[in-house]
């Protein structure tokens, strides 16, 4: 299993930008997506989740929630975060997961598969 994440780079404060994530040795539209950061000297967080198959189904934390958005494109394999309203306290390496629990979903069960991530940084 892989979970290429990519698309990170340098944006100003109040800039977008898009990271992708994409999967491959998984049934794609099987699993739940997840969405973590983990800034310098700090630990893990988690950024936001997507549910299966349609991604109908989409939960934030509330540091994100309004500026950041999770999609999916199962034909690609691949699930997308866009941020929006970026600042410097976004600074992270972002990552992508896999789960086949709904439990995290909600941070309640730690996901099977796990990415290289890929940096976000803010800054002017």
């Known amino acids: 299993v892989q979970l290429q994440a990519s698309g990170g780079g340098l944006v100003q404060p109040g800039g977008s930008l898009r990271v992708s994530c994409a999967a491959s040795?998984?049934?794609?539209?099987?699993?739940?997506m997840i969405w973590f950061r983990q800034a310098p000297g700090k630990e893990r967080e988690f950024v936001g989740s997507?549910?299966?198959?349609?991604?109908?189904?989409?939960y934030y934390a509330d540091s994100v929630k309004g500026r950041f958005t999770i999609s999916r494109d199962n034909a690609k394999n691949t699930v997308y975060l866009q941020m929006s309203s970026l600042k410097p306290e976004d600074t992270a390496i972002y990552y992508c997961?896999?789960?086949?629990?709904?439990?995290?979903?909600?941070?309640?069960?730690?996901?099977?598969?796990w990415g290289q991530g890929t940096l976000v940084t803010v800054s002017s």
């Open positions: 040795g998984i049934t794609f539209s099987d699993f739940y």
């Open positions: 997507i549910g299966r198959p349609a991604g109908t189904f989409t």
């Open positions: 997961a896999a789960s086949a629990d709904f439990r995290s979903l909600r941070e309640e069960k730690s996901p099977k598969y």
